[in-house]
């Protein structure tokens, strides 16, 4: 797996760059429950973004069903009836899985700088994973700003439900530009410290 994750990261770093959509898409991931519709909005949603999802070492498993959506480490649940709502849920899907890029490849130092960039009162923490807290509880956490950030920032499009629409959104509070160059420069460095 290291040896797979050395030779796709430099390729990933440039994308997170350059970002043209001909780098994006993919992913590893499967699917537990949800209708064809609801899994086709999810292949959707990540072949809409810029983000090359390849980079995520292992495979994610999707379970689509009624409830909260949230992400823990290799896992994401996605409620099934945001789904049904089709492009409206894409930005909810690209945020759910930018969590496996801070829980997957993202060290504690790198998550410092990313939270000074972001700002926040602290990462992550206890329930307060995923998109079932409060909007302000929710939007107070680094990690959430991440993941929110990533699903603007690769795609950003008027339906993207997370576009920034005040100095109050978790997405935006960076330019796209600037977090494009910071989010590659740490997926390189991260490539660099796995070679020593």
Same mark, same amino acid.
């Given at each position: 797996?290291?040896?797979?994750?050395?030779?796709?990261?430099?390729?990933?770093?440039?994308?997170?760059?350059?970002?043209?959509?001909?780098?994006?898409?993919?992913?590893?991931?499967?699917?537990?429950?949800? #209708?064809?519709?609801?899994?086709?909005?999810?292949?959707?949603? %990540? @072949?809409?973004?810029?983000?090359? $999802? *390849?980079? /995520?070492?292992?495979?994610?498993?999707?379970?689509?069903?009624?409830?909260?959506?949230?992400? #823990?480490?290799?896992?994401?649940?996605?409620?099934?009836?945001? %789904? @049904?709502?089709?492009?409206?849920? $894409? *930005?909810? /899907?690209?945020?759910?899985?930018?969590?496996?890029?801070?829980?997957?490849?993202?060290?504690?130092?790198?998550?410092?700088?990313?939270?000074?960039?972001?700002?926040?009162?602290?990462?992550?923490?206890?329930?307060?994973?995923?998109?079932?807290?409060?909007?302000?509880?929710?939007?107070?956490?680094?990690?959430?700003?991440?993941?929110?950030?990533?699903?603007?920032?690769?795609?950003?499009?008027?339906?993207?439900?997370?576009?920034?629409?005040?100095?109050?959104?978790?997405?935006?509070?960076?330019?796209?530009?600037?977090?494009?160059?910071?989010?590659?420069?740490?997926?390189?460095?991260?490539?660099?410290?796995?070679?020593?």
């Amino acid at each position: 797996m290291l040896k797979r994750l050395l030779t796709t990261l430099p390729i990933a770093a440039a994308a997170l760059v350059l970002a043209p959509s001909t780098f994006a898409a993919g992913g590893h991931y499967g699917f537990q429950g949800g #209708t064809s519709y609801e899994r086709e909005q999810v292949v959707r949603a %990540l @072949d809409a973004s810029a983000f090359p $999802w *390849g980079v /995520v070492p292992g495979k994610v498993t999707i379970h689509i069903a009624p409830g909260p959506s949230y992400a #823990t480490p290799g896992d994401i649940w996605l409620d099934s009836g945001l %789904l @049904d709502q089709g492009t409206m849920s $894409w *930005g909810i /899907v690209q945020h759910e899985y930018a969590h496996q890029i801070d829980f997957l490849l993202l060290m504690p130092g790198q998550r410092s700088k990313l939270q000074h960039l972001l700002g926040g009162t602290r990462w992550l923490g206890g329930n307060e994973i995923g998109l079932s807290g409060s909007s302000a509880a929710h939007g107070s956490l680094s990690g959430e700003r991440f993941a929110s950030e990533v699903a603007w920032a690769y795609w950003p499009s008027p339906e993207n439900v997370l576009r920034p629409t005040s100095s109050f959104s978790e997405a935006g509070h960076v330019p796209v530009a600037e977090f494009r160059h910071v989010l590659g420069s740490l997926l390189s460095r991260l490539l660099a410290s796995h070679r020593h």
